[in-house]
């Protein structure tokens, strides 16, 4: 029975996507027909057909990256195609049949202003994805922490380091984070997009051990380092480059503080919270990542002091921070509880097609101050 139904699902998404494809499609033909007199349906609609289903054909290893390329800016067009072809479609319709303007005029200049609209939001987009910012948050936290009165933490989640987020964009977080003069370093899930071995193919490891803070570099794993299935082979990786994969651990930092790091919630059999805090002294500062931004009740319950987070991506694409921002307590920013402090990052890196509307790649800077 849940087979069946997940076979219905399945086709009922598989129709509706290739629905949306048929119409975006089919826009595309009719203005290349009218402006140019192009008389090959059959290219075409193979070209288009390949371009749509390219993302798919690319989960058959790392030798077909260029179709995962491909998808990945199909699937910027296919969401702006979807916001703005049916706009489009009622401004010819209204100019032909309101103000007689020859359809063929129409179709021609609509079909400019639409190609406008998408290099204006790709270029845009592009920009804001590979020129990250430094979102900086200063914090008070009531404890004493050893040998502490201050801290500087830079964090940066969800890089998807791997096919399209590549060695450039991994020097840019390594000199953004540097140029911090960090005491510790965060890195709270999706370091990598889904499989190790384009980040290892790319040895991008040596470029990423060039992170430095005094106190150490720790991260987590996200929902992505699960779906690739070679979570081992990543820590390996991450060992090698003296980067610390906290798996439902707590770290004692110079007896100071702690960082406490949290699987994600992915993995089923993670521990409760409050298993990970046995043996912990409250009186010390807690310091929580956790990739899903999620759980900001029972955080601030067990008495953590700062939770950080990633994975919203802010939605990387507007409007989806509308979804996010229903989603999460927290979807960007920062939010305090009680003495719950939560910051919850956009993301150095990017999902799919390297654009970001509406939010940019970012690196957070924390300055604690301790009592």
């Known amino acids: 029975m ?55 054909l690319s989960r058959f290893g790392h030798r077909f990256s260029i179709f995962r390329m491909i998808g990945s800016y199909w699937m910027a067009i296919l969401q702006y195609a979807i916001l703005l072809l049916p706009i489009v479609n009622i401004l010819v319709i209204m100019s032909t049949y309101g103000f007689s303007i020859p359809l063929e005029t129409s179709i021609f200049w609509s079909g400019y202003l639409t190609i406008f609209i998408f290099f204006m939001i790709f270029a845009y987009g592009t920009f804001n994805a590979h020129s990250p910012v430094v979102r900086r948050y200063d914090i008070h936290i009531p404890k004493k922490a050893g040998p502490f009165k201050q801290l500087r933490i830079a964090m940066a989640s969800d890089m998807h380091f791997g096919t399209l987020s590549g060695k450039a964009h991994l020097r840019r977080l390594v000199k953004g984070v540097n140029e911090l ?47 690739g299935g070679k979570i081992p082979r990543f820590i390996e990786q991450m060992e090698k480059i003296n980067i610390k994969i906290l798996l439902d651990e707590a770290i004692e930092i110079e007896e100071g503080f702690y960082v406490i790091g949290r699987k ?28 899903q931004p999620y759980g900001l009740d029972e955080a601030r319950a ?7 987070s990633g994975h919203t991506h802010r939605g990387q694409m507007a409007p989806n921070h509308l979804i996010t921002k229903k989603m999460y307590e927290l979807d960007w920013g920062y939010l305090k509880k009680g003495l719950l402090h939560v910051i919850v990052s956009s993301g ?24």
């Open 2 to 56: 849940k087979r069946s139904k997940m076979a219905g699902s399945v086709l009922g998404i598989f129709t509706l996507y290739s629905l949306l494809v048929f119409y975006i499609g089919w826009n595309g033909w009719v203005w290349l027909e009218t402006v140019f007199q192009f008389q090959y349906p059959g290219l075409y609609a193979l070209i288009v057909g390949f371009i749509a289903f390219a993302y798919f």
């Open 181 to 227: 003069n960090p005491d510790l370093i965060l890195l709270p899930g999706d370091i990598i997009d889904d499989d190790p071995e384009p980040f290892i193919r790319k040895n991008m490891g040596e470029v990423m051990k060039q992170l430095k803070a005094p106190l150490g570099v720790f991260g987590v794993l996200g929902n992505h380092e699960y779906y």
């Open 264 to 291: 994600d919630r992915t993995e089923k059999n993670r521990l409760k919270l409050n298993d990970l805090l046995t043996g912990l002294d409250p009186a010390r500062p807690l310091l929580l990542m956790d990739h």
């Open 302 to 308: 067990h008495g953590i002091d700062l939770m950080v």
């Open 348 to 371: 150095f890196g990017f999902w799919g097609p390297p654009i970001r509307i509406g939010s940019r790649s970012e690196i957070v800077q924390i300055d604690i101050r301790f009592d």
